[in-house]
């Protein structure tokens, strides 16, 4: 059974109160709940971590990786578009990452056109909302 790492950035943690005209009513427990359920047809495990500090989710990276973790599927929020850390410390693991955001970046503000993290994945998917984290974990398996 693989073992899938889903990281969440600054911010997600208000999913359901924070521009509900972007990111709908549904909670970040929601979307927990939506990629467990998934996950577990999949024949996954996940862990889930949220933090709006940079450092913690590098740290958290780390150590996944040291734990073993297989995967990872990401949306670092706003650290997506400025955050070398991050990438690096994703391509440090050697681990198959997909990254995703809720909203359409390319439909936003022209400074989150771009993700520096992205790099590090092997995919982004965004504009598709929370199913957009269901079609991660089908990429990771057909990997």
């Excluded at 999913?15 to 427990?29: S, V």
């Excluded at 994945?121 to 504009?127: D, L, Q, S, T, W």
Aim: one cysteine or more; charged letters at 25%; proline letters at 3%.
């Amino acid at each position: 059974m693989k073992r899938i790492a889903i990281l969440h950035g600054p911010n997600l943690d208000r999913l359901g109160k924070r521009q509900p005209e972007i990111y709908g009513r549904a909670t970040l427990k929601d979307l927990e709940i939506l990629i467990r359920t998934e996950a577990k047809k999949l024949g996954f495990t996940t862990t889930f971590f949220q933090s709006a500090h940079e450092g913690a989710l590098v740290d958290k990276i780390h150590a996944l990786t040291d734990r073993g973790i297989d995967a990872f599927v990401v949306n670092f929020g706003a650290y997506s578009h400025t955050s070398i850390a991050l990438r690096d410390a994703l391509a440090a693991s050697d681990k198959p990452a997909i990254e995703v955001h809720i909203s359409d970046i390319k439909k936003r503000e022209k400074f989150r056109h771009t993700s520096m993290t992205a790099g590090a994945c092997r995919a982004m998917i965004c504009g598709k909302g929370f199913p957009g984290y269901v079609e991660a974990l089908r990429k990771l398996k057909a990997l």
